[in-house]
């Protein structure tokens, strides 16, 4: 009976096909402080947390397929130093032994948790920070511990309305002020819900709800990771609290049974609200409970596979921090001086200390992961990552379905795309959480690219594209050039047809924002241009258009375009221009407008969403070499919105073609 049942034990770790069977196990420790008062992060200034509302976990997941053993654990914090995980790695490793590069830990990003690591003016609550990394390694080495046969399912699904940009580009005349006293702040977080100051988002939404499931063979549930790009909610000043993070795990795991985790996506520059419309009010208990039915709904579709490799990658990545010039570390050092050891009260006392811990420290390593789990992708980063870049990561893995957690393995700081640092504001400010080089962002994305193509053993894809009936609908009208601007960087404009004439963005274009056929280009004091000539006598432009200005707020709205040195523009008075001849049509601000401008000899038309707006004789301008888009060429009024499908033809269009052009 004895050998009986030892043959039934070893046949339960054997799949049918002779492999090692597929295991997961699970396991949360409690990490909610008991000693009060704690020192809180996740504001500019130091506050303290004199009461739990509600618990702080570490929760850990272990996979094991025969061959690998990872680890995936989330704790409740605003951020981690990689020294303390380093720590936790170690002493989880020696329980356990699973190697430290075979684990990602991650932080919730909640706002509300102990801090143990010092950020803006919020230094580190010891005790917490002590505590931590045994807490970790108890909840790994409980995982392994739990480790049982068992099947993996996953699934993405779209959740748009819980999660939106919160960095928007204020209009040219509002430019604000950083800590240092320069007006660099061209976009910023949270403007204020319908601010007429605000133009609309600087980026794009990464709205990409995530479920990772893991099932005992028999279908119990053993624990489901979850990951979504939305920043925090918020809980009131004095408390201590898992934000939604916690309460969203105890809904699933009240629905679904095992232990549930929400892993933090990324959420740079995504919050919940939505500050293009009315002002909502929101509770963490609120947000957990919508956004738990609709992981909830999702869950019911996940299908499984009881065989599940595994494989994992790790890479550092050195980097610099851009460092303060000589004149501004004077003006830090003085008023680090003033505080004469007391905490900072103030942006500027708190960003003149930042320059002194940054000048300090000019160069960080950075650990990188990429993780297979089946045909499952997940990336580590340990930065506060834009939607735009998380969008890039999954359109370009090799995996079909890829998600990314944030503050994983340590905590570097924002990293905006190159293009947003030209707009200035919070996240740009040098500081130990947003201090990295202007260059970190597309190195961290190629590196995460290289190490999803070494564990999926293939390489990474090519972004898809939408729209495509309505590009092909462009090209057959055989076009010179035509820039569909749906990159996700700069600064090439890229040439949809066979005559390659890309065109080159300026600064002060940001990328990737929801347009009218597929994603468009936000101009913000950039323009795209090309050396593309102007053919002499006739000659056509066709473009779509979004004007983020009002009407009357200067004497040109904006110069939508100029090539041969005709000047298509939004007049003051919000109709369309050029020259002297003059629209019919109010121009809505926020509104998609498809033009198209003829210049067929002596005579110039202007279409407005296929209907002739204006024409009349117009003379010969002084032309300038080349074509300039969201501009004129010398650079005046340009144009503040966002600009799609634009296609150059050195021949009259008809009025079919562009009613046809104007169809989406």
């Known amino acids: 009976m004895k ?37 809180v992060s996740g504001s500019f200034l130091s506050k303290t947390g004199t009461r739990a509302e509600g618990k702080l976990h570490a929760r850990s997941i272990v996979l094991d397929d025969g061959a690998t053993r990872i680890v995936l654990c989330v704790v409740d914090n605003l951020m981690m130093p990689r020294d303390l995980l380093d720590k936790a790695k170690a002493l989880a490793s020696e329980a356990t032994g699973i190697p430290p590069d075979r684990m990602l830990i991650s932080a919730t990003h909640s706002h509300s948790a102990p801090s143990v690591m010092g950020a803006l003016g919020t230094e580190v609550d010891e005790t917490h ?15 392994v ?79 489901l990771l979850a990951n979504y790009s939305m920043h925090y909610v918020g809980a009131p000043g004095d408390a201590v609290s898992p934000d939604y993070f916690g309460p969203f795990a105890e809904l699933m795991e009240t629905k679904i049974g095992g232990i549930a985790i929400m892993s933090q996506g990324t959420s740079g520059d995504q919050h919940w609200m939505d500050y293009g419309q009315p002002r909502q009010q929101m509770t963490a208990a609120r947000f ?6 609709q992981a909830h709904e999702a869950f019911g579709r996940i ?20 460092q303060p010039s000589p004149e501004r570390l004077t003006w830090a050092r003085k008023i680090v001086a003033e505080l004469d050891g007391r905490l900072p009260e103030n942006r500027p006392e708190v960003y003149a200390r930042e320059q002194i811990y940054v000048s300090e420290e000019p160069r960080r390593e950075l650990k990188l992961q990429a993780l297979r789990i089946g045909d499952l992708g997940i990336t580590a980063i340990p930065n506060e990552v834009y939607g735009i870049t998380g969008l890039k990561l999954k359109a370009m893995s090799p995996f079909e379905t890829t998600f990314n ?77 035509y820039w569909r601007m749906d990159e996700f960087a700069g600064p090439q404009a890229h040439d949809r047809g066979p005559n390659a004439h890309h065109g080159v963005y300026e600064d002060g274009v940001a990328f990737y924002l929801p347009g009218t056929i597929h994603r468009a280009a ?11 000539a102007p053919p002499a006598g006739t000659r056509s432009v066709s473009l779509w258009f979004w004007n983020g200005l009002p009407a009357g707020t ?86 503040e919105g966002r600009i799609a499908e634009a296609a150059v033809f050195g021949r009259v269009l008809s009025a079919e073609e562009i009613t046809r052009l104007s169809e989406r």
């Open 522 to 532: 936000q101009f913000a004091g950039g323009r795209l241009t090309s050396s593309l």
């Open 405 to 481: 957690i944030e503050l994983a393995n340590g905590a570097e700081g924002y990293i905006p795309p190159p293009e947003q640092h030209k707009l200035g504001g919070y996240t740009t400010w040098e500081a130990r959480t947003a201090g990295l080089e202007v260059t970190a962002e597309p190195k961290i994305v190629e590196t995460l690219l290289t190490l999803l193509e070494q564990v999926a053993g293939k390489p990474r894809r090519t972004p898809a594209t939408a729209g495509e009936t309505y590009a092909a609908t462009v090209l057959d009208t055989k076009p010179l050039a």
């Open 554 to 639: 200067r004497d040109v709205t904006g110069y939508l375009a100029e090539w041969g040195g005709d000047r298509l523009a939004i007049g003051r008075d919000g109709r369309l221009a050029l020259g002297g001849l003059a629209g019919k049509s109010a121009i809505e601000p926020r509104t998609w407008y498809h033009t198209a401008l003829v210049r067929d000899g002596g005579t110039a038309r202007v279409y407005l969403n296929g209907r002739l707006e204006i024409e009349g004789p117009l003379a010969d301008a002084n032309a300038v070499e080349g074509l300039f888009l969201g501009g004129d060429s010398r650079g005046k009024a340009n144009f």
């Open 129 to 143: 920070r002590e505590r931590l990394p045994g807490w970790i390694a108890e909840s790994i080495a409980g995982a």
């Open 145 to 223: 511990k739990n480790l049982e046969p068992a099947r993996a399912g996953w699934l993405s699904v779209d959740a748009p309305h819980h999660t939106h940009c919160r960095r928007w580009i204020a209009r040219p005349d509002r430019i604000g002020e950083d800590p240092f006293g320069e007006r660099t702040v061209r976009a910023n977080m949270h403007p204020g819900y319908q601010n007429p100051e605000f133009i609309g988002p600087a980026g794009p939404v990464d709205s990409g709800l995530s479920l990772l499931s893991l099932q005992s063979r028999d279908g119990k549930q053993i624990a």
């Open 303 to 322: 299908q499984y596979r009881d065989t599940v490799p595994l494989a994992m990658a790790e890479a550092a990545l050195p980097l610099s921090r851009r």
């Open 3 to 39: 050998r009986f049942s030892l043959f039934l034990a070893v046949l339960s770790l054997v799949s049918c096909g002779g492999r090692p069977a597929f295991r997961a196990g699970a396991h949360a420790v409690d990490i909610t402080p008991t000693e009060f008062p704690v020192i």
């Open 288 to 293: 957990a409970e919508e956004l738990a039915a």
